[in-house]
């Protein structure tokens, strides 16, 4: 299993950033997907989950209406839109999946949000 992130970068408060994860190694389409993020000296946080087929999302409090979770099961990708980003939003952003009760981590992609 290998899962890569990209898109991430420096942004002003209320900005916007999509980032993207290529999964491989799996059967990508029968597994649901998530991100989550850590911030310095914090506790990894769930930020968004989707099923495999897409059809349901969940976001924590902190996020919800500003993030979206997406996927495109036919190129193996699953993305996350972030809209009216906050300082707080500031962290490594990292995709996630279970696959037979095994968890798999990307590499992580920094999200940074400072004017």
């Known amino acids: 299993v290998q899962l890569v992130e990209s898109g991430g970068g420096l942004v002003q408060p209320g900005g916007s950033l999509r980032l993207s994860c290529a999964a491989s190694?799996?059967?990508?389409?029968?597994?649901?997907m998530s991100w989550s993020r850590q911030a310095p000296g914090k506790a990894r946080e769930l930020v968004s989950t989707i099923t495999s087929a897409g059809g349901n999302t969940d976001y924590p409090d902190s996020v919800k209406g500003r993030f979206t979770i997406s996927r495109d099961n036919a190129k193996n990708m699953v993305y996350l839109e972030m809209n009216s980003l906050k300082p707080e939003d500031t962290a490594v952003y990292y995709c996630h999946a279970r696959v037979f009760r095994v968890d798999w981590w990307g590499q992580g992609t920094q999200v940074t949000v400072s004017s």
């Open positions: 190694g799996f059967t990508f389409s029968v597994w649901p």
